[in-house]
RNA sequence: CGGGGAGUAGCGCAGCCUGGUAGCGCAUCUGCUUUGGGAGCAGAGGGUCGCAAGUUCGAAUCUUGUCUCCCCGACCA
């Protein structure tokens, strides 16, 4: 079929077999099990994390838990099981959750008599426990305990931890019915305060999916239909994947007086009398690893921000031929532990030296599909003379179809290690901010321009969606957002929230035909 | 939880309709040759065919049940 080989560039030979382009969604299961993150466990809803993949989660745990503490919050671990009476008491809480809940109802199993195990009939709870799909109820009730007086609050707690709901339909990270995350929970003497807390908190979610993922998001109020169950606001930072929809990446709650009602967490004001405390609780999970899959992997697999990737750096020895395995290795360690003196994102460099026996080259697809952002590869050659071969995972290919590798001496490689580093970090940022600014389209003021926007919006293959619209709307509540919610619900869309500091919009909401009143973005999610 | 699809070697699949104790590609191991880089040739190892019952002389193949995964929907971080 080529003609002309010696001027057509050689296809690219990418090292998945399924394209983003080609589909999305098993693209996304590729990437998670070639780069080795997570796998399928047996228990419907539950994965295995990978070393690769809880790498990940640690460095996401180690930065955010610096931003945590640093904000005066403390940690500490409340129990997996609640009291069904505890659950019990927030009336909306328990509309929320009661559907996918995991029950503990006995304490022993016996033997059926047929070889197998069956829960005894006279071991059962007086009180079921459940397994916590959220901590506000236990955690009330704690603070109830250590609140008295105004001299307590505010009362500021984190706790890291899994949590299980039961859910219908599950993907690896994005949607599991366990999880891992971290969910802060504070106790404050008024309003002001307890909102000031949850807006503390969506900034330091927005701040850390910027700098520390590499993912542009925008924090903004959920609209009533999407409030966490029991809150009075809630609030989200949402990120917008490579397919164009919008993934709620962290949230923050506004949770009123309810639960501290429900709880009985009430103190002795100055004054000398009762009053309730208004609380908040945040989180992000897991959830953020897919997150990051689907704003940074590409046709090779993952690309890992720099800052939350276990190895910033991965050396590969050459290793061929028997004689020059000393010497080769020897370099490499030497340069492995130069790096390691390093410093890069305000961290020393996380270097890992692979020698384990096997093709050099199988070994560099498999870092390339984990996204190791540096990978170098080390022949006996540039030991002897001082060189090092590097490529950068985020510009893996050169034009011609070839591994977009360039060599250069020791000493500049370690010279620049550092900045190249930090530079990966700020070159995904911003390709992901510029996709998404080009995927987010504004103008659109009627319902019918809003229909025809995202009628027939799939691609042929049905993997790309025509990203978010921004647009202004009359806040409306109850039935008439029922009636707006019903809307959208027919173009599978959902309003995602409505972005902090986005001044008020001109013309009229193309749902209620009143005046605009604020912003919103509308798209679809995972 | 409703509709659809699927579970056979580490990965990707064929075989199933028309039952006769399992095959291909990649990967792995061995040898030779090559080699500044995703090598070639030859040979080898590796499988309770998701699980459990049933039909049958005989089941990957037919029947029933069950578990898990994927897609669409309802629901949700």
Not at 145 to 152: C, F, I, T
Not at 175 to 202: I, V, Y
Not at 337 to 359: F, M, N, T
Not at 455 to 482: F, H, I, N
């Amino acid at each position: 079929m080529t003609q002309n080989p010696q001027i057509k560039p050689a296809p690219i030979k990418h090292a998945l077999t399924t394209t983003r382009a080609g589909d999305f969604a098993a693209w996304y299961q590729e990437v998670i099990s070639a780069a080795e993150m997570a796998e399928e466990s047996g228990v419907r809803g539950c994965m295995v994390i990978r070393p690769w993949g809880y790498g990940i989660w640690e460095r996401i745990q180690h930065l955010m838990d610096a931003r945590i503490k640093a904000a005066g919050v403390e940690n500490c671990y409340f129990p997996l099981f609640i009291p069904l009476s505890y659950f019990a008491k927030e009336a909306e809480h328990v509309d929320g959750f009661a559907k996918e809940m995991a029950v503990v109802t006995h304490h022993r199993l016996i033997a059926d008599g047929k070889g197998g195990l069956v829960p005894d009939p006279e071991a059962k709870l007086e009180e079921p426990l459940i397994v916590r799909p959220t901590s506000e109820t236990v955690i009330g009730q704690a603070m109830a305990r250590w609140v008295q007086s105004w001299r307590d609050l505010p009362l500021l707690t984190n706790q890291w931890a899994n949590v299980v709901r039961w859910e219908m339909r599950t993907r690896m990270f994005l949607r599991t019915s366990e999880f891992l995350w971290q969910e802060g929970h504070t106790a404050h003497a008024d309003r002001t305060d307890a909102m000031a807390e949850t807006l503390r908190a969506l900034e330091m979610y927005r701040s850390f999916s910027e700098e520390a993922l590499a993912m542009p998001v925008v924090a903004g109020e959920k609209p009533e239909n999407e409030r966490f169950p029991g809150a009075a606001a809630t609030y989200s930072i949402e990120a917008m994947m490579q397919d164009g929809k919008a993934l709620q990446a962290g949230t923050s709650h506004y949770l009123g007086t309810g639960f501290a009602e429900a709880a009985g967490i009430h103190y002795q004001n100055k004054e000398g009398q009762q009053a309730l405390c208004h609380t908040t609780s945040w989180g992000v999970s897991t959830r953020l690893i897919g997150g990051v899959i689907m704003t940074h992997g590409d046709d090779d697999g993952l690309r890992v921000p720099p800052a939350i990737a276990p190895q910033q750096i991965v050396i590969l020895p050459m290793l061929r031929d028997t004689d020059e395995y000393e010497a080769l290795l020897a370099y490499c360690e030497e340069l492995r532990s130069s790096l390691a003196k390093q410093q890069a994102l305000g961290e020393p460099i996380r270097v890992l030296h692979d020698k384990r026996p096997g093709k050099a080259t199988q070994k560099r697809w498999a870092w390339v599909k984990k996204g190791v952002p540096l990978i170098l590869e080390i022949g006996g050659r540039d030991a002897a003379s001082g060189q090092v071969s590097v490529v950068r995972r985020d510009r893996l290919w050169q034009d011609n179809g070839k591994v977009n590798f360039s060599a250069m001496s020791r000493e500049d490689f370690l010279g620049r290690a550092a900045s190249e580093i930090e530079d990966i970090q700020r070159s995904l940022h911003a390709e992901a901010t510029e996709r998404r600014d080009a995927q987010i389209v504004r103008g659109i003021d009627t319902l019918d321009g809003l229909k025809a926007y995202f009628s027939g919006d799939e691609d042929k293959a049905g993997q790309k969606y025509p990203g978010w619209v921004e647009m202004g709307w009359s806040r409306p509540t109850g039935a008439a957002l029922e009636a707006v919610v019903e809307v959208l619900k027919s173009l599978k869309l959902t309003i995602r929230n409505t972005p902090l500091g986005a001044g008020k919009p001109e013309g009229l909401c193309p749902f209620t035909g009143e005046a605009a009143v604020e912003t919103i973005y509308v798209a679809r999610s995972y």
